[in-house]
Antibody
Framework: EVQLVESGGGLVKPGGSLRLSCAASGFTFNSYTMSWVRQAPGKGLEWVSSISSNSYYIYYADSVKGRFTISRDNAKNSLYLQLNSLRAEDTAVYYC????????????WGQGTLVTVSS | QSVLTQPPSASGTPGQRVTISCSGSSSNIGGNYVYWYQQLPRTAPKLLIFRNNQRPSGVPDRFSGSKSGTSASLAISGLRSEDEGDYYCASWDDSLGGRGVFGRGTKLTVL
């Protein structure tokens, strides 16, 4: 059974940093592109970043470029998102998702981890 | 302003057929697959339609997708109360080096 479990969310002050993790199991992790998608409270889905299976291709939304860094450790079946220079508008539930076709085809999603940026 | 345009709301009575539209451009829908995600209240999103018109196993055939040019639509027939939730279209956009794009979502209400 495919499982994606996010962790690392919490309350952080503006300008602060946080590292999100996504532990994957039940599939061959190193064969898939992985992505982060976020959802601000009461708002819609926003694609954040994607990383190819071998980390060669990495993409970011303009809203996070230069502040967030996606990475993965295939030996640990884990995906990460380093969030720096956080702003109030980064407050959201962050979902980890498996991408079948490396172009936003998310067939499995985690349950999400909440990041709250507030002073 | 979202790259993909969806109506903010849609509604229907049980048993009815409803459609939700999604409009984009040549850099996204026009040149890439369209996906539809369903998000029921207080749950994570779920893949509903992939590659324009394909249903994952377990998704009822009441749900169907189509694409024409730079637009797409999701149709739900035989509407049921448990279909109430938010529906998002999504596609890859080849501009700006490549990025994923979602519509703002359509809230479906079953009256």
């Amino acid at each position: 059974e495919v499982q994606l479990v996010e962790s690392g969310g919490g309350l952080v002050k503006p300008g602060g940093s946080l590292r999100l993790s996504c532990a994957a199991s039940g599939f061959t992790f190193n064969s898939y592109t992985m992505s982060w998608v976020r959802q601000a409270p009461g708002k819609g889905l926003e694609w954040v970043s994607s990383i190819s299976s071998n980390s060669y291709y990495i993409y970011y939304a303009d809203s996070v470029k230069g502040r967030f860094t996606i990475s993965r450790d295939n030996a640990k079946n884990s995906l990460y998102l380093q969030l720096n220079s956080l702003r109030a508008e980064d407050t959201a539930v962050y979902y980890c998702a498996r991408d079948v076709l490396a172009k936003i085809e998310f067939d499995y999603w985690g349950q999400g981890t909440l990041v709250t940026v507030s002073s | 302003q979202s790259v993909l345009t969806q109506p903010p709301s849609a509604s229907g009575t049980p048993g009815q057929r409803v459609t939700i539209s999604c409009s984009g451009s040549s850099s996204n829908i026009g040149g890439n697959y369209v996906y539809w995600y369903q998000q029921l209240p207080r749950t994570a999103p779920k893949l509903l339609i992939f590659r324009n018109n394909q249903r994952p196993s377990g998704v009822p055939d009441r749900f169907s997708g189509s694409k024409s040019g730079t637009s797409a639509s999701l149709a739900i027939s035989g509407l049921r109360s448990e279909d109430e939730g938010d529906y998002y279209c999504a596609s890859w956009d080849d501009s700006l080096g490549g990025r994923g794009v979602f519509g703002r979502g359509t809230k479906l209400t079953v009256l």
